[in-house]
């Protein structure tokens, strides 16, 4: 079975936890693929030039200076970085953007209603993509020469226009697309029953019960349009979704999804 894994930018700006990472996912067996993000990075780079990262529920609000920025973090340094470390372990990465080989097309995201059911937000830059985005050919093609590709969140429309896309959201339309499984991996164990308890995490969780937690705030800012993605890829064909510790990726542990 293909594997899709996804990295949050949590563990991306911590050199000995990806270094660690990357070891575990080159041993990892059979066909793979890698999304990454590095939102921490953006961030931190966007404060050093003067620009205030704007987050809205859990998204990135992406102006043409913002865009700049995530470029070149996510397709430039952090997508390189992870791509050498793969090589540096014996797995035979190569570091996209959608762009690269017109592998991935997104369209530009509309104002978008907010939870409140009122609120209209444009994110500016933002490019969305679903199971159809994907050149599926050419990538189970790359995966058939033994070669790991490594998507970092940069997307295009096909007209010269690149788009910033959540990474959750690339990692769970690929995996529905080549009905593959799905790891999303991070800086916890996995979903949690109580954020500041890191032992708390539920074992198994399916939309109704995601659905009452997300109600009762147990379940609140950056899960939710993590969660969002992954039941998304299971009911558009993904054949498994987990979300774990970025560390824990070959053990047996985290919450599934059913």
Not at 162 to 167: G, K, S
């Amino acid at each position: 079975m293909i594997q899709v894994v996804k990295i949050g930018g949590n563990i991306v700006d911590n050199p000995e936890a990806l270094d660690v990472f990357c070891q575990q996912f080159a041993k990892m067996e059979g066909p793979k693929l890698l999304v990454h993000g590095g939102g921490v990075m953006a961030s931190h780079i966007q404060q050093s030039l003067g620009l205030k990262p704007i987050m809205v529920e859990g998204r990135r609000v992406t102006d043409k200076k913002t865009l700049n920025v995530v470029t070149m973090v996510y397709a430039g340094y952090c997508n390189k970085t992870i791509v050498a470390l793969l090589q540096k372990y014996g797995c035979n990465a190569l570091g996209l953007a959608g762009c690269d080989g017109g592998v991935i097309r997104a369209r530009r995201r509309g104002p978008k209603t907010l939870s409140d059911g009122f609120t209209k937000m444009d994110f500016g830059f933002v490019g969305d993509v679903s199971p159809t985005s994907f050149n599926v050919p050419f990538i189970r093609n790359l995966l058939t020469h033994g070669i790991v590709p490594v998507f970092c969140p940069i997307n295009h429309d096909g007209q010269g226009q690149l788009f910033n896309t959540n990474a959750d959201t690339i990692a769970g339309s690929l995996a529905a697309a080549l009905c593959a499984g799905l790891v999303y991996c991070f800086e916890k164990k996995g979903v949690l029953q109580d954020k500041d308890d890191d032992n708390s995490v539920i074992p198994s969780l399916d939309a109704e019960t995601y659905t009452k937690l997300r109600l009762e705030g147990v379940i609140d800012k950056g899960m939710v349009p993590k969660l969002d993605n992954a039941f998304g890829a299971l009911q558009k064909g993904a054949s498994r979704v987990v979300i774990k510790h970025a560390l824990d990726l070959l053990e047996d542990t985290g919450t599934v999804l059913k």
